[in-house]
């Protein structure tokens, strides 16, 4: 799972450390919440990465400068929390207040700028804003072009997200033309698995919309495996796979493999999301459905 669990052992450890030798406001204790923090946000344990990043955040609002760019990263670190926790305008919030520290001291077209609009691009498309979203992310993709290689994995990742808003929009085409651009990189160099996972998932839920339902399967079990290598089993990304997978299954009447999926889907999200997250209810829409063909 990329050794997350192991890596909060030691930010602990080091946490420890500095709780006894230094004052409470000092700027080493932030770093070491910050790490906590993306610690648990990257094991999915969402609300305890919120309280690290917030005790990190309240450090450097009292001991630096306004427009720091540690502020901006706390932040942005704070907005990915509240977009994975479902939180979506106050997302936007944090992310919009990273980007006006940011544009204060970046030039309009450095890489940090297009990490920050690939943010505003996710949270837009969630919102199902998808001319927004679609905005944001051309913006990041022009930034990317001109100051990254050719074969870059963020450029990549980028594509696939631009594929991802084509197909909420319902331009197949173009979705498949972008998540092969993002393949072609992703598959020819060394790269992040789980973002390739990503754009294979994509692939799959492009596929099961156009009904071509084996190629979907496919590509979901590709996303599936790397999923499931890399992240512990109760992670909520891989709620998100199982959830297309029961889709899938729904559409191709296999409604005993679909209660299954939809069963793996909700009890990991019951047990890691809030109640209030919008994901809670699509999963249990899904159920309902299944249950009514069974």
Known sequence: MGDYSKALEFYEKALKIREKALPPNHPDLAVSYNNIGLAYNYMGDYSKALEFHEKANQIYKRTLPVNHPWLAVSYNNIGQVYYNMGDYSKALVSHKKSLEIRQTSLPANHPGLA?????????YRTMKDY?????NFEKCLSIRQKALPENHPDKATTYSDIGDVHRLMGDYEKALLFHRKALNIQE???CNPLECATTYINLGETYREMKDYSTALTYFQKGLEIHQKKLPKDHPDLAV???NMAKLYLSTRQYS???KSIQQTIEIAQEKLPSTHPHL?????TFENIRKKM
């Not at 990490?115 to 949270?123: D, M, T």
């Not at 001319?131 to 905005?135: D, I, Q």
């Not at 209810?281 to 829409?285: A, G």
């Open 115 to 123: 990490y920050l609009y690939n943010w505003f691009g996710k949270i």
């Open 131 to 135: 001319p927004r979203a679609l905005e």
């Open 188 to 190: 020819n160099i060394q």
């Open 241 to 243: 796979v199982y959830h």
């Open 257 to 259: 493999m679909a209660m």
């Open 281 to 285: 209810s699509d999963y249990k829409e």
